[in-house]
T-cell receptor
Framework: RKEVEQDPGPFNVPEGATVAFNCTYS??????FFWYRQDCRKEPKLLMS???SGNEDGRFTAQLNRASQYISLLIRDSKLSDSATYLC?????????????FGQGTTLQVKP | ETGVTQTPRHLVMGMTNKKSLKCEQH?????MYWYKQSAKKPLELMFV???????ENNSVPSRFSPECPNSSHLFLHLHTLQPEDSALYLC???????????????FGPGTRLTVL
């Protein structure tokens, strides 16, 4: 089983649609969680951290369910500029350090 | 100056060549990373330097050799690579807070490596 699992998509949605991505992780000791965005042939950039109580940043809402080991990202009122690959990232403790584990990414294409 | 820079941006090398990738961060961070991104695969962590400790992924072949002379610079020395090593190599930095806690990672633009 992959440590961080995402549906690779692609998700093809019209402008203005609401779309949700899910991510599951296998290590229950995972400490912190993030969503990164990666545009084609560019480096990943942090979109938002995911907090236990859930958090919202404009049109983006992130949720964490520790019991089910599941993270979600909801995008409302999709824009053409939201087209990208969304990476689910989990920070796992490793001794006195930690390591970030990246999912494969979910590709979103927003169409006019 | 952008936060994390990488040179070269593109590199084509033969299997017998020796080359080095360079990364520099201007963010005052204390942790730096090398990742490999192959087509259709997740980012794979290769090496971490954090608080002067090197954490090495055991599956990284010895033909990849990292060097971290100080907290702002990171190198990846390459020798006798194979065609399957062709990929995007990304450097990142972050502030390590201790006890396994990593804050946001900032990535460089990457070096696209082709091994012939």
């Amino acid at each position: 089983r992959k440590e961080v699992e995402q549906d690779p998509g692609p998700f093809n949605v019209p402008e203005g649609a609401t779309v949700a991505f899910n991510c599951t992780y296998s290590n229950s000791a995972s400490q912190s969680f993030f969503w990164y965005r990666q545009d084609c042939r560019k480096e990943p950039k942090l979109l938002m951290s995911v907090y236990s109580s859930g958090n919202e940043d404009g049109r983006f809402t992130a949720q964490l369910n520790r019991a089910s080991q599941y993270i979600s990202l909801l995008i409302r009122d999709s824009k053409l500029s939201d087209s990208a690959t969304y990476l689910c990232v989990v920070n796992q403790r490793s001794g006195n350090t930690g390591k970030l584990i990246f999912g494969q990414g979910t590709t979103l294409q927003v169409k006019p | 100056e952008t936060g994390v820079t990488q040179t070269p941006r593109h590199l084509v090398m033969g299997m017998t060549n020796k080359k080095s990738l360079k990364c520099e961060q201007h963010l005052g961070h204390n942790a730096m990373y090398w990742y490999k991104q192959s087509a259709k695969k997740p980012l794979e962590l290769m090496f971490v330097y954090s608080l002067e400790e090197r954490v090495e992924n055991n599956s990284v072949p010895s033909r990849f050799s990292p060097e971290c002379p100080n907290s702002s610079h990171l190198f990846l020395h390459l020798h006798t690579l194979q065609p399957e090593d062709s990929a995007l190599y990304l450097c990142a930095s972050s502030q390590f807070s201790g006890r396994g806690s990593y804050n946001e990672q900032f990535f460089g633009p990457g070096t696209r490596l082709t091994v012939l």
